[in-house]
């Protein structure tokens, strides 16, 4: 039955696309393993957590089991241009950039989908959790994972009708412990590596090593004050701060002081107490809309700031295609410029922008 | 008489210049191994032509045996006058003695199709 319908798989080597594969194989699809080889520092090769010569040969020996033709190939240039460009220039800017997202839309969603198509495939699989929904009249909605605690539709948020359309995202109705006996029922050759918070291409070292190393400019010293003007200390380079932070600021006061906000213009940085953190309102740019249009009226949705932070309430006013307003119902420590603001209706994510 | 292999590789070679715009014999044309033919292909990514024919059922290589997947243009074709444009679209196909004329002319059926949809890549 499926047996016509080629299927690529974008495989890590990890248990959730390994086991997006088997239950593709196992649904009789004719199914393509490809694994992206990405950028990494010079020096630094076998150091990128998505493909480490040992994670490639790890999901080629998958593969192997399953029986599928594996590929790696190669997307250092692409990434590099369009993922580790954006996080610098991001930081440049004052912001805290969330380069997966533009990894999945660009390089994801962008050069491998495109990669999977001229191999004939009709759908692109990845190991994400997250679900479609096909209506009747051809429409397709991204929905929350059945599995709470793994959904991934928060980096999901910005892909289009046409994306979607090429997508399958087998895990999306089923929980992580699931995904784990299906593969040891397979006997899938899987490490359990550590779920990493870090960016893939930092290798061992932080963000702020990275910076230092790759966008040395970054490095510009400026001044520490409060809201009142008093000068407190000198900081290192704005983008070494993020708003909210209260270590490493380098300076002794009464009260525990909290990066409140960035000037990228005078090269400041100004910090206050905790209760000055909150902001209760924020705009978002370089919006998507899931069903292709924005809605016409202002509404309310539950909407996340951060992949990691939970759903609150709000009032979403869109002002054009790409721009929308949010007003909270409490104000929000942790609103920060970078990241994405992702909308939902009950478990439907409708889109989401990247906070200005 | 020649061995089978070798006027299959000579008919595969012949037909793959004609069939195929921009695409150039690596090598001497006469004086080289018997069951083996190399090419290259202008603003084509070699890697990516590879997978589509190994998904068609043909294993073939591009570049240097020794630097397989690298995306780098080979050494030895860049010192050959090969500019980069060209040098990274390379193709190196082997016969076996097994090998039928069936089986070469659905690759020569295959082949242009592939050459096509990596132009089509790169041109984006």
């Known amino acids: 039955m499926n047996k016509q319908t080629r299927v690529v798989v974008a495989m890590s080597g990890?248990?959730?696309?390994?086991?997006?594969?088997?239950?593709?194989?196992?649904?009789?699809?004719?199914?393509?393993?490809?694994?992206?080889?990405?950028?990494?520092?010079?020096?630094?090769?076998?150091?990128?957590?998505?493909?480490?010569?040992?994670?490639?040969?790890?999901?080629?020996?998958?593969?192997a089991k399953l029986d599928i033709p594996f590929y790696a190939i190669d997307a250092k240039k692409v990434f590099r241009k369009e993922v580790v460009e954006y996080f610098i220039d991001?930081?440049?800017?004052?912001?805290?950039?969330?380069?997966?997202?533009v990894c999945n839309r660009r390089i994801r969603w962008g050069f491998l989908l495109d990669k999977a198509v001229s191999l004939g495939a009709r759908y692109f699989a990845t190991g994400h959790y997250a679900r479609l929904d096909h209506n009747k009249h051809g429409y397709i909605s991204l929905l929350r994972a059945i599995d709470r605690v793994k959904d991934q539709s928060y980096v999901l948020h910005m892909l289009n009708q046409a994306q979607l359309g090429h997508t399958m995202l087998p895990l999306g109705g089923i929980i992580k412990s699931q995904v784990r006996q299906i593969a040891r029922d397979f006997d899938l050759p899987i490490s359990e590596r550590n779920e990493s918070q870090d960016l893939c291409f930092l290798g061992n070292g932080s963000y702020r090593e990275f910076l230092l190393r790759n966008a040395s400019y970054l490095d510009k010293h400026g001044l520490i004050i409060k809201g009142d003007g008093t000068h407190l200390g000198v900081h290192q380079g704005q983008a070494f701060y993020t708003i909210g932070q209260r270590k490493g600021l380098g300076i002794s006061a009464p009260h525990p002081l909290y990066v409140l906000e960035k000037d990228i213009r005078t090269n400041v940085i100004i910090?206050?107490?905790?209760?000055?953190?909150?902001?209760?309102?924020?705009?978002?740019?370089?919006?998507?809309?899931?069903?292709?249009?924005?809605?016409?009226?202002?509404?309310?949705?539950?909407?996340?700031?951060?992949?990691?932070?939970?759903?609150?309430?709000?009032?979403?006013?869109?002002?054009?295609?790409?721009?929308?307003?949010?007003?909270?119902?409490?104000?929000?420590?942790?609103?920060?410029?970078?990241?994405?603001?992702?909308?939902?209706?009950?478990?439907?994510?409708?889109?989401?922008?990247?906070?200005? | 008489m020649s061995p089978i292999y070798f006027r299959l590789r000579n008919y595969l070679i012949e037909e793959t210049l004609e069939m195929i715009p921009d695409a150039r014999l690596t090598g001497h044309p006469i004086e080289r191994?018997?069951?083996?033919?190399?090419?290259?292909?202008?603003?084509?990514?070699?890697?990516?032509?590879?997978?589509?024919?190994?998904?068609?059922?043909?294993?073939?290589?591009?570049?240097?045996?020794?630097?397989?997947?690298?995306?780098?243009?080979?050494?030895?074709?860049?010192?050959?006058?090969?500019?980069?444009?060209?040098?990274?679209?390379?193709?190196?196909?082997?016969l076996g003695t097994q090998t039928t004329f069936n089986e070469i002319e659905s690759f020569l059926h295959v082949l242009p199709k592939a050459v096509e949809r990596c132009r089509d890549q790169t041109a984006r």
């Open chain 1, 271 to 356: 910090v206050g107490q905790k209760e000055e953190l909150g902001k209760i309102e924020l705009e978002a740019e370089s919006v998507n809309w899931i069903s292709g249009e924005p809605p016409k009226t202002p509404f309310h949705a539950q909407i996340k700031i951060r992949y990691k932070s939970s759903a609150v309430r709000g009032f979403v006013t869109p002002h054009d295609a790409r721009r929308f307003h949010i007003e909270f119902e409490k104000p929000l420590r942790d609103i920060t410029p970078g990241q994405a603001a992702v909308l939902y209706a009950d478990d439907r994510c409708l889109g989401g922008g990247i906070i200005k």
């Open chain 2, 33 to 94: 191994l018997p069951n083996h033919a190399s090419f290259v292909f202008k603003e084509v990514d070699g890697n990516n032509l590879l997978m589509l024919l190994d998904v068609e059922g043909f294993a073939c290589s591009s570049g240097s045996a020794c630097r397989t997947g690298d995306p780098q243009p080979s050494n030895v074709l860049t010192a050959m006058g090969i500019s980069s444009e060209w040098a990274l679209g390379s193709l190196r196909v082997t």
């Open chain 1, 14 to 63: 990890g248990v959730d696309s390994s086991v997006a594969a088997a239950l593709l194989v196992e649904k009789g699809y004719e199914v393509i393993g490809v694994m992206l080889r990405l950028w990494s520092e010079s020096g630094q090769e076998t150091h990128n957590r998505c493909c480490t010569p040992d994670a490639v040969a790890l999901a080629r020996r998958v593969a």
């Open chain 1, 90 to 101: 991001g930081y440049a800017n004052g912001t805290t950039p969330n380069p997966c997202l």
